[in-house]
């Protein structure tokens, strides 16, 4: 998988629907997800697709911390939902991995934003929002990029790993 470097120099990675592999999976269990994630400075862009399962929450659950302890730091999610068809999960099972997720310890401040346009990319975004349970997450729903982005980066000044000490992941 080609990895790029954004201005920052922290790389890039592309995660794509036929052909991602699940970080950690042995080869039996690898399975494709419905996104493609890009890191772009302090922020992991998700664009899902398709039609989101609950075994695609368990691999994004798996993948931000990953992602967060290579990096270096919590980052800032943008979440666009622009190619999805829906979603063949039970809230009830969203819930459970809710609860699992409750336990990652995310150490300041981090937001995360939902570009959601139409009646099932909204429906999904309320579901993530609805059951976050995450400490120091705060999610909003935006219907547009621009918005969103404008959202996370009127962030308060002082409230990362780089101005609180001992915050650093």
């Keep these: 998988m080609p990895e790029q470097a954004s201005a920052s120099g922290i790389p890039t990675a592309d995660r794509h629907r036929n052909s991602p592999l699940v970080a950690g999976a042995e080869p039996a269990s690898i399975?494709?997800?419905p996104y493609t994630y890009t890191i772009e400075d302090r922020i992991v862009h998700l664009a899902w697709s398709g039609v989101v399962a609950k075994e695609?929450?368990?691999a994004i659950g798996?993948?931000?911390p990953r992602l967060a302890a290579e990096l270096g730091f919590a980052p800032d999610v943008l979440h666009t939902f622009d190619a999805v068809a829906g979603y063949s999960f039970q809230p009830i099972a969203a819930y459970?991995?809710?609860l699992l997720r409750k336990r990652v310890v995310i150490p300041y401040p981090v937001r995360s934003a939902a570009v959601a346009r139409t009646p099932e990319s909204l429906a999904l975004a309320r579901i993530f929002i609805a059951l976050?349970?995450?400490r120091n997450l705060t999610m909003e729903v935006f219907d547009s990029e621009e918005k969103?982005?404008?959202w996370i980066a009127a962030k308060p000044v002082g409230t990362d790993e780089r101005t609180i000490?001992?915050?650093s992941s």
């Design 31 to 33: 399975t494709a997800v």
């Design 56 to 58: 695609d929450l368990q």
């Design 62 to 64: 798996r993948e931000m």
């Design 96 to 98: 459970a991995l809710s």
């Design 132 to 134: 976050n349970r995450t």
């Design 148 to 150: 969103a982005r404008r």
């Design 165 to 167: 000490p001992g915050a």
